[in-house]
């Protein structure tokens, strides 16, 4: 398949590790991967902080950018972010109708059927839980809220987890409960966002994993950030880190709470 990544602009800037490894694993898997120059944000920060209008722009520069899927050009749009997808499939049409541009939000709607959270495309389009992935290390997984609440993901990711190969995967207690980030909920309301916090990182600390995976890292910031502080040492990992690990080009946890993937990396290809 042709495939057209959406880094999303969080990674773009500060962790480029997730996109990387999502290219480096579906290229592993066959696909041809395309990385449109012209992307930026998918407009999620503008509507959720109430300025629909500024997102008209943001949004539309996203659209035009991925709308050659619709000319067959590629045959599908995936997305290492369940927040983004969200974002893509729930908001932008609602954007431009709102602005009056029907024709544009029929065209993000359409965008958006051809756009997928990473184990929705592995899983649903490809057909695959094995992926031939290689980690052994102890990891508990972190299901992020819009993943789950809003594109209903389900048990995708650890689906595809446990067929990782050497893995050992325990189970997040209280695994649904949100991590308390939520954008600017972790500004405006710092104090209940600290707590549930607490609460997420108690739980991974009772795991005693080696890593935290995610399907966000936005998530895994936040999670990250308590751990460091509280000195637990368990480090975080995007879920396409793990699955683009193999027994010839492994990746290793990171060392560090901000070191990232340290071995297996590779610059994202624009084709």
Not at 22 to 38: A, D, I, K, N
Request: hydrophobic share 40%; glycine share 8%.
């Amino acid at each position: 398949m042709r495939i057209a990544l959406t880094a999303t602009c969080v990674a773009d800037a500060m962790f480029p590790q997730a996109p990387r490894a999502t290219v480096r694993l579906l290229e592993r898997l066959g696909h041809e991967v395309h990385f449109p120059q012209s992307q930026t944000c998918c407009g999620q920060m503008h509507v959720n902080t109430g300025y629909m209008d500024e997102a008209v722009p943001v949004v539309r520069n996203h659209v035009e950018s991925f709308s050659p899927v619709l000319d067959g050009e590629w045959d599908a749009i995936v997305v290492p972010s369940g927040s983004c997808t969200g974002s893509i499939r729930h908001q932008q049409g609602m954007v431009c109708r709102r602005a009056g541009l029907d024709a544009l939000g029929a065209t993000a709607d359409a965008v958006a059927a051809k756009t997928y959270e990473l184990s929705e495309l592995l899983v649903d389009v490809l057909g695959l839980t094995d992926v031939g992935a290689y980690f052994p290390h102890r990891v508990t997984f972190h299901p992020t809220c819009h993943s789950l609440r809003m594109l209903r993901v389900g048990d995708r990711p650890e689906r595809l987890l446990r067929a990782v190969e050497g893995i050992d995967l325990v189970e997040l207690p209280d695994a649904d409960g949100c991590c308390g980030f939520g954008g600017t909920f972790a500004l405006k309301n710092a104090p209940t966002s600290s707590a549930m916090l607490d609460d997420k990182v108690d739980a991974v600390r009772s795991t005693g994993a080696t890593v935290l995976a995610a399907g966000d890292y936005s998530c895994l910031m936040h999670i990250g950030g308590g751990l460091h502080r509280q000195q637990v040492p368990t480090r975080t990992m995007h879920l396409a880190e793990i699955l683009a690990s193999t027994r010839e080009h492994p990746v290793s946890p990171p060392t560090s709470m901000s070191s990232g993937s340290a071995s297996g990396t590779s610059t994202v290809s624009a084709r």
